[in-house]
């Protein structure tokens, strides 16, 4: 199998440099994401605000030595500690060519309430971060899965794309349109609510406008972007891919690595190079520190390999947006 994906890809740089091939091909953006949680506490104690702006630094400054991106979601703490410690970061992250966003680590357990009601939750956050970056630099939002329609509530409340689709997100639909009849509300939230959605990665990776959160298909009048692509945690890639819940054992390791790159070329061998098509990997904050330099090196290392073989492209939730309602113009 891994010998059949390797040819494809190397059948695709060949002909991406016959003129005219690539023009209408469509590249498999590459993002990540960099939760500040809601449970922090950096608007509290502003050693731990200066600690996270380190990590982050560290991880820019890693990052950008590989050509790479990141995005970096704020939930309610780290927004108000910009304000609070006087330091706002979240521009800092934008000046420096990355991504940022907010986090909506809201609405798991959240009964159902009308649209205008869950919409306030959005504004909530969202104003924290556009206040920090203004409101045209923070058009996404992470999270929010629940049984109200997230996708309603957050474009009443200025969101244009939703990423950090997880399977908590399919309680907002009835049941057959759901991956079984197994996925009942309490299956998800019973422990399974954080697996990668939608279920199959032939279909995750694909980006589609939606009206509403009754299901993961296109609608022509869709008003947000959902953005899902997300293939999960970096420093549990090679234990999840074998079914090994390690938790706090996690270690980041050049084997989650090279999990990931083995799933990224078998990507590279399966999607429709016509549809626009992204990916995500979760990077932990606390990942940006020196004791995983190693790993975070071999990772950026080895995505810069991918892009240099025209298997990925690099880009911010952001980016990733706005490429895809360009590509809607055209």
Not at 65 to 80: C, D, H, M, P
Request: glycine letters at 8%; proline letters at 2%; a negative charge.
């Amino acid at each position: 199998m891994k010998k059949a994906v390797g040819l494809l890809s190397l059948l695709w740089v060949v002909l991406s440099a016959v003129p005219g091939y690539a023009q209408d091909m469509q590249p498999l953006y590459m993002t990540t994401m960099t939760h500040m949680e809601s449970n922090f506490q950096d608007d509290r104690d502003q050693k731990i605000f200066e600690r996270h702006v380190r990590l982050l630094s560290y991880g820019m400054s890693l990052a950008e030595g590989y050509g790479a991106k990141l995005t970096v979601e704020s939930e309610k703490s780290f927004a108000r500690a910009n304000t609070i410690w006087g330091v706002n970061f979240m521009q800092t992250i934008l000046d420096r060519g990355h991504g940022v966003g907010t986090h909506c680590d809201f609405g798991f357990r959240d009964p159902l309430m009308p649209v205008e009601e869950y919409a306030a939750l959005f504004q909530q956050n969202k104003a924290l971060v556009d206040a920090l970056v203004g409101s045209e630099n923070n058009l996404g939002c992470s999270g929010a899965g629940s049984v109200n329609d997230y996708v309603q509530a957050g474009s009443l409340a200025g969101f244009k794309y939703l990423d950090g689709i997880v399977s908590m997100h399919y309680l907002s639909m009835p049941l057959e349109n759901r991956p079984s009849a197994q996925w009942t509300n309490r299956y998800i939230m019973s422990g399974h609510h954080h697996e990668n959605a939608p279920l199959e990665l032939t279909e995750r990776i694909y980006p589609f406008m939606a009206a509403d959160a009754q299901d993961f298909q296109a609608d022509a009048n869709g008003a947000m972007l959902i953005s899902a692509g997300d293939l999960g945690s970096l420093i549990r890639y090679a234990e999840s891919s074998v079914g090994d819940d390690c938790q706090d054992r996690c270690v980041l390791t050049h084997e989650d690595v090279d999990f990931l790159v083995a799933t990224l070329r078998e990507i590279d061998g399966f999607r429709d190079r016509n549809r626009f098509a992204k990916v995500s990997i979760y990077l932990e904050v606390t990942l940006f520190n020196s004791k995983n330099e190693d790993g975070m090196r071999y990772f950026f290392a080895q995505m810069q390999q991918l892009s240099d073989e025209g298997i990925i492209e690099w880009a911010t939730q952001m980016d990733v947006y706005r490429a895809f309602v360009g590509t809607a113009n055209t």
